[in-house]
Antibody, heavy 120, light 108 residues
């Protein structure tokens, strides 16, 4: 079965960078059409799509955050990694990774989410 | 970037009610629209993709329609487990995909 799990630091200081890892199983990101996205949700607020990486290594970012985000994948480890630089308290959120098959089929599998708190 | 506007932002309804949520895109997105349900403390769950296709395992009381800029999600007879927050998401453009701001469905 398909599973995704986010991991990374729970607490980061302002101005630091954070690296989050999505480790998945049950599918291969080298399979045509597969895609993994990162999505975040500040406490009590709406979902926000951040970035995605496709099976062919094409990468796309939220326009307002693209200067701070880098996404990559390691097919041999079944992992997708996102790094966000210059963290601020407003970046405190639960960060999710989620899978898409194709370009319009929606996020059919999600990780359980990882809370990242930005505080000094 | 394409903006997604959901309405209402919240609603109160009773078990058995018919509920409709609307999502409007700032430009045409054809049918590249999904709907998600999120309950507190949980990851979102995909309900509908490509504007009107029910995800496997989702109850048939959920339906959706629309194309272009205007989309609706309908729950034909609200059940206790349907009280949640609902989000739309467009997958139309490169680069960015965008969620709506959410609609919280509460018990009246």
């Amino acid at each position: 079965q398909v599973t995704l799990r986010e991991s990374g630091p729970a607490l980061v200081k302002p101005t630091q960078s954070v690296t989050l890892t999505c480790t998945f199983s049950g599918f291969s990101l080298s399979t045509s059409g597969m895609c993994v996205s990162w999505i975040r949700q500040p406490p009590g607020k709406a979902l926000e799509w951040l970035a995605r990486i496709h099976w062919d290594d094409s990468k796309y970012y939220d326009t307002s955050l693209k200067t701070r985000l880098t996404i990559s994948k390691d097919n041999s480890k079944n992992q997708v990694v996102v790094t966000m630089t210059n963290m601020d308290p407003v970046d405190t959120a639960t960060y999710y990774c989620a899978r898409t098959r194709g370009y319009s089929n929606g996020f059919d599998y999600w990780g359980q989410g990882a809370l990242v708190t930005v505080s000094s | 970037d394409i903006q997604m506007t959901q309405s209402p932002s919240s609603l109160s309804a009773s078990v058995g009610d018919r509920v409709t949520i609307t999502c409007r895109a700032s430009q045409s997105i054809n049918n590249y629209l999904n709907w998600y349900q999120q309950k507190p403390g949980n990851a979102p769950k995909l309900l509908i993709y490509e504007a009107s296709t029910l995800q496997t395992g989702v109850p048939s009381r959920f339906s959706a329609s629309g194309s272009g800029t205007d989309f609706t999600l309908t729950i034909s007879s609200l059940q206790p487990e349907d009280f949640a927050t609902y989000y739309c998401l467009h997958q139309y453009t490169i680069p960015a995909w965008t969620f709506g701001q959410g609609t919280k469905v509460e018990i009246k």
